[in-house]
């Protein structure tokens, strides 16, 4: 069973994982990720680097995708290299995403749906996903989100997300942590992405230690204004069951079903 966790270094990097790395605005991406990058050989893993071609020059072998360039989405991209490493051999794909800030409201949306993208597909198939992320670059909102998606996390500025939602399993998800008033935004925002995408979201909430009014506000409000849309909670503890059921929103006309 996956996890979140905080890493030490990019050492600690195991397949299946999804991380978010966060850097100084002065790092250079692939000098800290140099030992990521050329554990590729020798764990027998394909490397692939997402990022501007000028970035990405390197004396370990690798494939590199820049994003501005790429036929489809980056899923469907890193789904292909997958498919070409497993036919040549190789363990896995072990993939370096340098991710920049998008200017506009819509870019984020599309990298949150990107993320959590990457996050099937790590958990999925056991692919070691590292996005590196120059934190003082990025709206702090925005990043929020975007933290809040990956289940692994490296460095300390921003501070690590309260809660995370990772894939749990095939068609779950699971949350973890807490979901009050800081985070609520996110966690709407996520579960947006997520409704996109599939008429029945499951989460896991075994490990969601809290949460608050303004989480449950946010988690009703989405769903009902979301047509043909249900989301099932499983495993809520005592605590919030209760509290669902006395802030008014155990109804029917919101479609969001409490489970053991």
Known sequence: MRAP??????DDVDL???VC???????????????????????GDKVVIVGPTHQAESEFPRVV?????LEGSLLAAVRREAATADRQGFRSLRVLHHVSPGCCAQQNEELL????DLEEFAADTGALVVCAYHGADWDLSAFQQI???????????PVAPAFRVFRAGEESWAVNGIVDSDGAAAFGAILCALLAQTATVRLHCHALEFFDASGMSVL??????????????EGANDTVRLCWELSGFAVPDIPVVMAP
Do not use: Y
């Open 147 to 157: 933290g809040c998606v990956h289940p692994h996390w490296l460095g300390s500025r």
């Open 220 to 233: 009703a409000d989405t769903v009902r204004l979301l047509p043909d849309r249900k989301v099932v909670l």
């Open 16 to 18: 299946g994982d999804h």
């Open 65 to 69: 995708l820049d994003p501005a360039r």
């Open 21 to 43: 790395q966060v850097l100084d605005h002065a790092d250079d991406v692939l000098d800290r990720s140099r030992a990521f990058v050329a554990d590729g050989a020798l764990h």
């Open 113 to 116: 749906r990107s993320e959590l």
């Open 5 to 10: 966790r905080t890493l030490m270094s990019l």
